[in-house]
């Protein structure tokens, strides 16, 4: 069962416009880390989040981590193609130290 | 920065060999390591929790005499597929955190990809 889903699946957009991956589960976390994938490594971490609320800003990355923890946003601003990636959402649940990653979102920057 | 350094990165052998993918944390020590496995164009799904002494945690579905785990040192943590065929071929990926952290940063290892032909 994946108890994150990410939206979109996928996105092609062009160098230079903005985009918004959402990540939403109906369960409670008590963090949730976003990370970038390329083809044949693994995963790299780009931010964690704790607090309900929460607003991260990384370079043209912001995150957001919902008020109730139940949901993500990852928000790029100007993308490049340097950006393109697998972008991975994952939670741990409270109690719990266990990550679980969401469905994941592809997105290909077009120079 | 911390490292975490899977080997063997590809590996090709024969339906019904056993292959062993070892985990290793470089420069911390790592009470758990993790190890995900993730088929093409999809996103990783934790297989189970290895803990350094003691018997792995299987997630729901995973075959623990399939996929056997074994952590004996603060550093290294070994997946051993058993009887591999065609259908366990994937990439397989492994993470550390340092030991007291149970919820700081995952170090990801960079994956081994496997094919059973």
């Known amino acids: 069962t994946q108890l994150l889903e990410q939206s979109p699946q996928f996105l092609s957009i062009q160098e230079g416009e903005n985009l918004t991956v959402y990540c939403n589960s109906s369960?409670?976390?008590?963090?949730l880390q976003w990370y970038r994938q390329e083809p044949g490594e693994g995963p790299v971490l780009l931010v964690t989040?704790?607090?309900?609320?929460e607003v991260k800003k990384l370079k043209r990355l912001t995150f957001q981590f919902g008020d109730a923890r139940k949901d993500s946003s990852l928000h790029i601003t100007a993308a490049q193609p340097g950006d393109t990636g697998l972008y991975l959402c994952?939670?741990?649940?409270?109690?719990?130290?266990?990550?679980?990653f969401g469905t994941g979102t592809r997105l290909k920057v077009l120079a | 920065g911390a490292v975490v350094s899977q080997h063997p990165s590809w590996v090709i052998c024969k339906s019904g060999t056993s292959v062993k993918i070892e985990c290793r944390s470089l420069d911390f020590q790592a009470t758990t390591m993790f190890w995900y496995r993730q088929f093409p164009k999809q996103s990783l799904m934790l297989m189970a929790t290895?803990?350094?002494?003691?018997?792995?945690?299987?997630e729901q579905g995973v075959e623990k005499d399939k996929f056997l785990i074994n952590h004996a040192s603060l550093t290294l943590s070994t997946l051993t597929v058993t009887s591999a065929h065609p259908e366990d071929s994937s990439f397989y990926i492994c993470?550390?955190?340092?030991?007291?952290?149970?919820?700081?940063?995952?170090?990801f290892g960079d994956g081994t990809r496997l094919s059973i032909l």
């Open positions: 989040v704790v607090t309900g609320g």
């Open positions: 994952a939670g741990a649940r409270p109690g719990t130290y266990k990550y679980i």
């Open positions: 369960s409670v976390f008590s963090s």
């Open positions: 993470s550390a955190t340092r030991q007291g952290r149970h919820q700081g940063p995952q170090h």
């Open positions: 290895s803990n350094e002494g003691s018997k792995a945690t299987y």
